[in-house]
């Protein structure tokens, strides 16, 4: 059995404080220190997986590399550990339940009562655990959802506590709050603080360390104040300061030394320095670009841009890689017909077209297509975005009036995109698409090879229709050639415009795996078309 150690990271006073930040820039500084360290995110919410919600209420659905549909935060990790997640790191209370009603109808409680406690925690802490216990990590950072005092969010603290009742050598609390400042007093308050820890040790959890998130400096006075009367030592109340960027944070941490303050608790070596300097590097380099470009980023959910996160996130990788700021411009897609999009889009570097679902907005991504295609503006299309450029293509080059995919218009009597036929006869909408990693074969003398310098990539997927290999040939002899093909289905990941400065569509999500250490190579190659095109 592992002797991993665990972090609980709890947030109190109001939601969107940043503990997933908190815990991927923990992380960071743990790893710069040679800990094998892993996050988990445990959500309050009924849903099993976020895969059935709205985005506009929940941000973009992020996809594992084992298929799994979780929270955006996932990305966060992903993006500063530079390490995959997997189905074990999110859990929702909708999976929780499901699991516990499972086992109780096969009979597995041998006929006892199934109550909250200890059915429904005894679950949630055995998830808590199968990371550690696997024996591949030293510590595993747990972020619960939501914020203490929420009905929802009970039995995940209660879980807590009796985990830290049962291995007090191994678990320790960070706990996440806000020291608001009164413009009109003039001062920072402290007791919506003291009123978060105090809830949260009714629960029976004592935070052995207090992440203070703040839009000013927190002196020694309040430091000692809180240190006092939430009962933490005072080199345990960090100051988390409102910072420019997310990338920002782990220098921020380091600088407060939550790593040592976290260690120390742990019974773990706390000597010496976190070495974050590639990290730094990373961060002058986003700072200090050297060139600047316009790209639009067309999509129908850009009132809330954490729909569009990893791709945002992605195109900073790209940008610091480069030495080049990258303005994204968000264009609603629902907006656009033939004379916005060309007002829209006029003076843009780039173009990408986002993914989706649903005939919502789609025609204005055939116009964003259409303009880049035609006014040579290097272009990117992410799954329907690559459907779409499929589309655009086939009704203004191919002469294919009324060709669309079957998700729009089933009745096209060119469906030049159809349902996969493994989607055919499913009904149910949680975790049935085509999810997770896939290899796809890239032909020599392409774009994406190039970009690759690969043979054979692998890259993640969430979708249910695809290019429909029917028309192939009709693409291929008017000039949109297939450049990636998924080697066991033949499936058509990956299509280029050959004729054109940078025209690629690709059916997967690379943005899910762009990291701050490894920047995805399809961005980085967007970015440096798109530089080199203005140029």
């Known amino acids: 059995m592992s002797s991993a150690k665990y972090v609980f990271v709890t947030g109190g006073v109001t939601s969107s404080l940043g503990k997933g930040i908190i815990s991927a820039s923990l992380a960071t500084l743990l790893q710069s220190r040679g800990h094998r360290v892993t996050i988990q995110k445990f959500d309050p919410y009924l849903n099993v997986d976020p895969g059935t919600l709205n985005p506009y209420e929940h941000g973009e659905c992020y996809v594992t590399e084992d298929g799994a549909e979780t929270d955006l935060d996932l990305g966060h990790y992903e993006r500063f550990m530079n390490h995959p997640t997997s189905q074990a790191n999110n859990v929702t209370t909708g999976s929780v339940y499901q699991s516990v009603i499972q086992k109780e109808r096969r009979g597995d409680f041998l006929g006892k009562t199934v109550q909250v406690i200890p ?3 005894n679950e949630i ?6 990371l550690g216990n696997s024996g591949d990590y030293d510590v595993v950072i747990t972020e619960l959802g939501g914020t203490v005092g929420d009905i929802e969010s009970l039995p995940y603290v209660e879980s807590v506590r009796q985990l830290c009742w049962e291995k007090p050598d191994d678990c320790m609390v960070v706990h996440l709050t806000l020291i608001p400042y009164l413009t009109a007093a003039g001062e920072l308050k402290t007791k919506p603080t003291q009123h978060s820890v105090k809830a949260l040790q009714e629960s029976g959890v004592f935070p052995d360390v207090l ?3 703040t839009e000013h400096e927190i002196n020694d006075s309040i430091r000692r104040k809180l240190a006092l009367f939430c009962n933490v030592r005072p080199d345990a109340v960090i100051q988390s300061i409102d910072a420019e960027t997310i990338y920002d944070v782990p220098k921020l941490m380091k600088e407060e030394q939550l ?7 742990l019974g773990l070596n706390f000597s010496g320095e976190a070495d974050i300097t590639r990290w730094e590097e990373f961060v002058f380099n986003l700072n ?3 060139n600047e470009i316009d790209i639009a980023l067309v999509g129908k959910y850009v009132e809330l841009k954490d729909s569009y996160k990893s791709i945002s996130e992605a195109f900073i990788h790209a940008s610091a890689n480069a030495r080049c700021k990258v303005n994204l411009h968000w264009v609603h897609s629902e907006k656009l017909n033939d004379l916005s999009a060309k007002e829209a889009l006029q003076g843009m570097h780039g173009v990408l077209v986002a993914p989706g679902f649903g005939p919502r907005g789609i025609n204005g991504k055939l116009y964003a297509v259409q303009y880049a295609r035609e006014n040579k503006v290097p272009f990117l299309g992410i799954c329907l975005g690559m459907q779409a450029s499929v589309i655009e293509y086939a009704r203004n080059v191919l002469d294919y009036k009324d060709a669309h995919s ?3 218009n089933p009745e096209s009597s060119h469906p030049v995109i159809d349902i996969m036929e493994e989607q055919k006869k499913i009904t149910e909408m949680g975790g049935t698409m085509r999810l997770g990693a896939c290899d796809c074969e890239l032909k020599k003398g392409t774009i994406v090879h190039a970009v690759y310098g690969s043979d054979l990539i692998s890259e993640r997927h969430r979708h249910r229709y695809e290019f429909n290999n029917a028309y192939l040939d009709d693409y291929e002899k008017s000039g949109m050639i297939a450049t990636g093909i998924n080697p066991e289905t033949g499936l058509v990941e990956i299509v280029e415009i050959p004729d054109h400065p940078w025209f690629v569509g690709v059916q997967f999500h690379p943005e899910y795996k762009s990291t701050v250490a490894n920047p995805h190579p399809l961005f980085v190659g967007f970015v440096k078309a798109v530089l080199k095109n203005k140029a």
Not at 259 to 265: E, G, H
């Open 125 to 130: 802490k055995e998830r808590m655990q199968i």
């Open 119 to 121: 059915h429904i925690t």
């Open 259 to 265: 790593d040592k303050v976290v260690l120390k608790s």
């Open 211 to 213: 992440v203070c998130r």
């Open 406 to 408: 079957a998700e729009m």
């Open 288 to 290: 200090n670009p050297k």
